[in-house]
Structures are given as C-alpha cells and as structure tokens.
C-alpha cells in the first residue's frame, strides 16, 4: 500500500496535500478497531476538553460575578434560553440594566455567545434575535459576526488539539466525503464557508471541528465564518426588533428572509462558477 501511494506520488497523479488528508484518514480507519491506542487517546482528549471547559466555566462566572444585583425574580430569568419565552424574559432583565451597566451587560452577552459557540451548545439563535432587541442594528449585526466568527475558530482550535480522535472514530467516513468537496473548492475556500454557513447543507458543528481535520487554514475559516453568518443573522436581529410579537424561533424566518438568504448563497457562489468557466475557455 505505501509503495503504491509513493508511485503515485512520483507519477503526479495525486496532489500530496490532498494524498496526505486521505492517508490519515485511512490509517486512523485501519487502526480504530484497535483497542488500546484509539481508546487512549479519545479518553485522554476527553479529559482535556473537560478541563478546558472548566475554565471557562470559571472565566463566565467571573464575568457575571461583575453583574448587577438582581432579584430572585430576575434571578430565575437569567440563564440560556431554550425558547421564545426564556428569550422574552431575558430581554426584559437585560434591557433594565443595559444602559446603566452597559459594559458589564455587553461583556456577559460576548462571553455567553462565545461560550454557546465553543462548545457547540444550542441557544446561540436566540440570542442573535435578542441582540437586534437590544442594541442598534449595525452593532447588533457586528457583534453576532465577531461572537460567530471567535467562537467558531475556538472550536476549530479544540478539534485541532483534542478532537481528531473523535473525529477519525465517529466521523471519519463524512469527513472524507467533505474534505473531497473541500478539495475541489480549494482555491475558493473562503467563498465555500460563506456559501456552506448561508445555506442548511451541512450542521455548523460539524463543519468546525472537521475543519482542522481535513487541513482548512484558520484565517480563511474564521472570514468565510465571519462573513457567511451574515445573511442569517440579518433576519434573526430584524426579528430582534419585534422580540414580543414572536412565539417561536420559526417566526423569525419568513418566505422573504428565505427567498434572500437562497440569494445570497447562489451570489456566494457565482465567483467560483465564472472563474471556473473563464478557466475552460483560456484552456
């Protein structure tokens, strides 16, 4: 096998980037069935994701250690929202406090953002729509971005140092399925991770902690993520603005806000296509 994939290599029929990608994923495959070695290695990953989520943990405590005193009312209604009610009553604590402690709020919107998006935890949407309630438009759409954007390259940095065992174990056959897209997207990577966060395609965890696997440079990931989350945080803030009038996350999306976002995707996507195309008739 490995003078096989050295002959190809040296008759050029394979990239190396692309051959090297692969190579791993076969080699995790051919040996995952072993016990001792892949067992290990997820245990001990394991145990440094729980130790990294308990510092942060620690750094979100301390955050909100620096909130306002709240009563045992207000108390109950500060926590991550798991619906259209929690948000509503989540506003109406932090739109009473925003403007006398506007620093402290922000930061414990950011840090809670962020948390959500490092590990992959539901509730993010949610505050997406709590911010176009909270702040102007323009900050609103800056401050989803940047929380998107940060917590999405923690969580690719993660799977960089703790999450290629699971990765390789339990996802190994839809990570080589993706990374032959990646390949063929290669030098239009950026316009790729727009088009992939617009549309539904693929989950938004999934594309993070595969992407250190199948070679995806952090910069590119981090502006095809701060860009491409865009266009769906646009509808959520919008439907931020009338948060009371909303009883499920579903009505933040309506046939336009849809009818945009397809938009948006196919204008994402519209560069690689020309240039594909431009390509095949110099050649």
Aim: hydrophobic share 45%; proline share 6%; glycine share 6%.
């Amino acid at each position: 096998m490995a003078k096989k994939r050295r002959d190809r290599r040296e008759a050029g029929v394979v990239p190396l980037a692309h051959e090297e990608q692969h190579e791993k994923l076969e080699e995790v495959n051919s040996t995952k069935d072993t016990p001792s070695a892949p067992g290990g290695s997820a245990r001990m990953s394991l145990l440094i994701l729980l130790s990294i989520f308990t510092c942060s943990a620690s750094i979100m405590y301390l955050v909100y250690s620096y909130f306002p005193e709240l009563n045992d009312d207000e108390m109950e209604k500060i926590k991550i929202p798991k619906d259209m009610e929690d948000a509503k009553a989540l506003g109406t604590v932090l739109s009473k406090y925003k403007d006398t402690y506007y620093t402290e709020v922000l930061m414990a919107y950011f840090t809670t953002y962020i948390f959500l998006q490092t590990f992959a935890i539901p509730g993010s949407i949610f505050l997406s729509i709590l911010s176009g309630y909270l702040y102007p438009f323009p900050l609103a759409l800056f401050l989803v971005c940047l929380c998107s954007g940060l917590g999405a390259s923690f969580c690719y940095m993660l799977s960089y140092l703790v999450g290629r065992p699971v990765v390789y174990r339990y996802l190994s056959e839809r990570a080589k399925k993706w990374s032959q897209q990646v390949d063929k997207h290669r030098k239009h990577l950026i316009n790729y991770i727009i088009f992939l966060r617009i549309t539904p395609f693929l989950p938004n965890w999934f594309i993070n902690i595969t992407s250190p696997v199948i070679n995806v440079p952090l910069g590119v990931f981090f502006l095809g993520t701060f860009l491409g989350v865009a266009p769906p945080s646009f509808v959520a803030i919008n439907a931020g603005t009338t948060l009371y009038k909303l009883t499920t996350a579903g009505e933040a999306v309506s046939w336009n806000s849809l009818a945009v976002l397809g938009v948006l995707a196919v204008l994402s996507i519209l560069p690689v296509c020309f240039q594909k195309k431009l390509q095949e008739k110099l050649e």
